[in-house]
C-alpha cells in the first residue's frame, strides 16, 4: 500500500493515470484503493475523471478491441472475455467488438492460419491440426471457425499427396 495523499494530489495522480492510456472503471479504482483513499474520495474521483472525461468506458473499449485485434492477433472471444473481466458493461462490449471490420477480421484469421500452418508443415497432419487449433484458440479466435477451416485445410493437402 503507498502513502495517504491529499485528495488534489490523488486526483492529479488519477488524471496523469487517465491521459496516458485509456482506463475503464474497474483499473482506476484498484489504483485509487493502493493510495488508501476512502470510499466518499473514491466516488468523488471517479465521478469527476468521468465529468472531465479522462474516464470513459465506451472509448476504454472500443480502444481495448481495435488494439489488442490489431498488435496482439486477438480473437472476438478473448477480447469479449478480457472486457467482461474489466467489468464492462455488456453494451459496452458490443460496442468494441463492433469496431472490428469483418473483411479485416477475416483475413486476420487466414493469414495467421497460414502462418502457423507453414511454422508446422513439416509436422505429421494431426500434430500440425493440434498446434494451429491450440494457438487460435488460445487467442480467442472461434471454435467452429478454426476446426472449419482446419478441416479444408487438411482435405486439400490429402487431395494433392503432401500428407505426412
Do not use: P
Not at 485528495?7 to 492510456?21: G, I, P, R, T, V
Not at 500434430?127 to 485445410?153: C, H, N, P, Q, T
Amino acid at each position: 500500500m503507498k502513502n495517504k495523499l491529499s485528495y488534489n494530489e490523488l486526483k492529479f495522480k488519477m488524471q496523469y493515470f487517465c491521459s496516458y492510456q485509456e482506463r475503464c472503471h474497474y483499473e482506476v479504482l484498484n489504483k485509487i484503493n493502493s493510495y488508501n483513499a476512502t470510499y466518499d474520495e473514491k466516488e468523488s474521483l471517479i465521478t469527476e475523471l468521468i465529468n472531465e472525461d479522462y474516464l470513459n468506458e465506451t472509448r476504454f473499449a472500443k480502444s481495448f478491441s481495435r488494439g489488442k485485434f490489431k498488435f496482439k492477433n486477438w480473437g472476438r472471444n478473448k477480447i469479449k472475455l478480457e472486457l467482461k473481466r474489466r467489468r464492462l458493461s455488456d453494451i459496452n462490449i458490443k460496442l468494441g467488438l463492433s469496431e472490428l471490420d469483418e473483411k479485416d477480421y477475416e483475413e486476420k484469421f487466414c493469414n495467421l492460419f497460414q502462418r502457423i500452418n507453414n511454422k508446422y508443415k513439416n509436422l505429421n497432419i494431426m500434430i500440425r491440426k493440434k498446434k494451429i487449433f491450440d494457438y487460435l484458440v488460445y487467442r480467442g479466435w472461434d471454435l467452429s471457425k478454426v476446426d472449419k477451416k482446419a478441416m479444408e485445410e487438411s482435405k486439400a493437402t490429402f487431395v494433392f499427396g503432401q500428407m505426412n
